[in-house]
């Protein structure tokens, strides 16, 4: 059978803290299972990246995420088109990233797959030719959601999400947006826009439910301004998939597309806080670029 050394990036502070009350428990799992492993601990923000680059660098065949979508993002970032496999445990708020690959949710159950999984090849997302993402990059409500759970102290996990997602829909204003892609333009006041690789987003919100990080493309998921008690009727449906056949959604697949707004935009990759450039910009699909170990 095949060996493989390990190189294991921690993020102790995702999940809100609960990475670091997992992962004694999570070292204590891998000794006894006899997992060869060397262990880094993240401090600053996308120190993961260059440490992936720095284990691949080091011959490691194995990059194992531990911590939520943000970590995940980190460590693909370093992994674009390198000769290793992303591996993830993991421990954060949100978790998509996991949801759309089909790994386990539970950490130790994740473990199974350093030993018995297969590598599955995926596009990533590209922004602005800065910086990629694995779920997808949200401008609008749902940046403002991701920055709003970011600082709660006692709610974890889907129920964050939608607990903050409700009351944005009280009190986000709409932005003016343009879309252009190879042959459309969509001019609208948007609540939300999403530029998606996986399905899942926002803890399980299927902004993009046709989105397949298989397909050379990404989905952009324009959703025009409704008024506030129409918003709280319709959150539901967006976190279901349902949205697509509303007359102010507008949705493209695409391998690329520019976005320019007069407004200054706040936006999120991966679940983390993301600054735009001001002037028009650029998002593209980047096919076939990471490696991903999934269950058999």
């Known amino acids: 059978m095949e060996t493989h050394k390990h190189f294991l990036i921690v993020n102790l502070i995702a999940g809100q803290g609960r990475c670091r009350g997992l992962f004694p428990r999570i070292r204590e799992e891998l000794d006894r299972r006899g997992i060869d492993y060397d262990l880094h601990y993240t401090n600053e923000p996308l120190e993961a ?16 995420a531990m911590g939520g979508d943000g970590t995940v993002n980190e460590v693909a970032n370093g992994l ?24 386990p949710s539970d950490p130790f159950a994740s473990l199974d797959l350093l030993a018995g999984g297969v590598e599955r090849t995926i596009d990533l997302g590209r922004v602005a030719d800065d910086r990629c993402f694995v779920n997808g990059m949200g401008i609008g409500i749902d940046a403002q959601v991701a920055r709003d759970v970011m600082k709660m102290e006692r709610l974890r996990g889907a129920p964050a999400y939608i607990y903050a997602a409700v009351k944005e829909v009280f009190r986000f204003h709409s932005f003016d947006v343009e879309i252009s892609g190879p042959d459309w333009t969509e001019q609208l006041a948007c609540l939300s826009l999403g530029v998606a ?6 803890g399980g919100f299927k902004l993009a439910p046709l989105a397949d990080c298989n397909d050379g493309l990404i989905d952009i998921a324009a959703i025009g301004d409704y008024s506030r008690v129409e918003r709280l009727f319709r959150l539901p449906l967006v976190r279901s998939g349902k949205h697509l056949n509303w007359s102010r959604v507008r949705y493209h697949q695409t391998e690329g597309a520019t976005i320019s707004s007069p407004k200054k935009l706040i936006a999120h990759i991966d679940g983390e806080p993301y600054v735009l450039p001001r002037e028009p910009f650029e998002v593209e699909v980047l096919p076939s670029v990471l490696r991903v170990l999934v269950p058999r």
């Open 49 to 64: 990246t260059d440490v992936a680059k720095m284990g691949v660098e080091a011959g490691f065949t194995r990059i194992v």
């Open 80 to 103: 674009v088109d390198a000769d290793a496999t992303l591996a993830v445990i993991p421990a954060g708020t949100g978790n998509d990233f996991v949801r759309t690959m089909g790994i």
């Open 197 to 202: 690789n996986g399905r899942y987003s926002g």
